[in-house]
């Protein structure tokens, strides 16, 4: 008999409770669901800018001269390629082959990196890059998770309030996928060119009372705070898989799409994740078995209602055979059709 999963709390919760937020558990985390309306907060990270906390993801800080030889043996690509400043999208993988772990690699130093992965998979991903330093290593892992904050902001003006609010410095020095340490009222923290919403965007990461004075700024300046809710809808409209729900079952990179995209090795190609749109105004359950007639073909991942497509979307692991756009499928009583990926994307 499994032991009941812990559930996590963020550092800030009290800041969010003040602000209005409505908690539910996402992969072991309480997390802020809505702080009002989650349309009203998707427009404005679509429109303007949204803040939001990406605390529950984990934080592991890998530093020594062998450090990279860690990484290497955790996940895959090039990270031994990977430049001072610079930062990069991997996956860590199973012994089959599947993903374990979905991580974004920033090296902040010469000899050190912040490895940030997916909620769910924090222990998973530490036991295996400890696992990883041999006894002659000169390496360390250290969880950051609980001591530190991570802090996101994106959207289309998020380079003219990251510009006007922190620092003129990294709208204008970072580029997409670079990494600097700045300084916020005499504080220093790390800031990352990254976003997972389809947006352009920043990640920051922070000691909580500094994410707080930053939360609490941005805020009072008029940038609204955007819920867990409004997040997955980005998320699902820019088809960026999560590991809980997407990946979970045990996918490829090549079935997540993943392989090239994040040059690395593909593995099995029986199945695809793959996007889907369907006729109705409900959203169909996780796991709900997707049919092509009377055979079985996959099953539903990721599904939410995009108020700006007026739509339900979702994201479907099926059997590559099937996942050609405009092949038509069923979940339960819904029609769904197979479509090409992305649902949205960001207009130059």
């Not at 009072?220 to 409209?237: I, Q, S």
């Not at 479509?339 to 949205?344: D, G, L, N, Q, S």
Request: glycine share 10%; with cysteine; aromatic share 6%.
């Amino acid at each position: 008999m499994s032991l009941p999963r812990p559930v996590y709390h963020l550092a800030l919760r009290e800041l969010h409770a003040a602000n209005g937020a409505v908690f539910n558990v996402a992969a072991g985390w309480a997390v802020p669901m809505r702080y009002g309306d989650p349309d009203t907060e998707l427009a404005a990270l679509r429109g303007r800018a949204a803040l939001f906390d990406l605390s529950s993801r984990s934080r592991f800080l890998v530093t020594g001269t062998d450090a990279v030889e860690v990484l290497k043996a955790v996940f895959a690509g090039h990270v031994e390629d990977l430049e001072e400043g610079r930062a990069m999208r991997t996956v860590a993988l199973g012994a089959g082959g599947t993903i374990d772990d979905v991580a974004l690699i920033a090296r902040t130093g010469g000899i050190a990196y912040l490895v940030s992965g997916e909620p769910g998979r924090r222990a998973e991903t530490l036991a295996r890059l400890q696992a990883a330093i041999q006894a002659d290593f000169d390496a360390r892992a250290d969880d950051r998770t609980e001591t530190t904050c991570l802090i996101g902001l994106a959207g289309p003006e998020a380079p003219l309030v990251a510009n006007e609010h922190l620092s003129e410095a990294l709208p204008a020095r970072l580029q997409a996928l670079q990494c600097m340490a700045f300084e916020f009222h005499g504080f220093r923290g790390l800031a990352i060119r990254t976003s997972d919403t389809g947006e352009d965007g920043f990640e920051f990461m922070l000691a909580p009372a500094v994410a707080q004075h930053l939360i609490e700024t941005l805020h009072a300046a008029g940038t609204p705070l955007a819920g867990h809710e409004a997040l997955e809808v980005a998320r699902v409209e820019a088809c960026i898989p999560a590991f809980e729900p997407d990946l979970e079952p045990g996918l490829s990179p090549a079935e997540a799409d993943l392989d090239v995209l994040l040059d690395v090795p593909g593995g099995a190609e029986d199945r695809t994740l793959t996007a889907l749109l369907f006729d109705g105004v409900g959203v169909p359950a996780v796991a709900t078995p997707l049919w092509a007639g009377d055979e079985r073909v996959g099953e539903l991942r990721s599904c939410v209602r995009s108020l700006s497509l007026n739509s339900t979307i979702g994201l479907g692991i099926i059997e590559s055979r099937h996942a050609l756009p405009g092949r038509e499928l069923r979940a339960g009583a819904d029609r769904a059709t197979v479509v090409a990926k992305p649902f949205y994307r960001r207009r130059p």
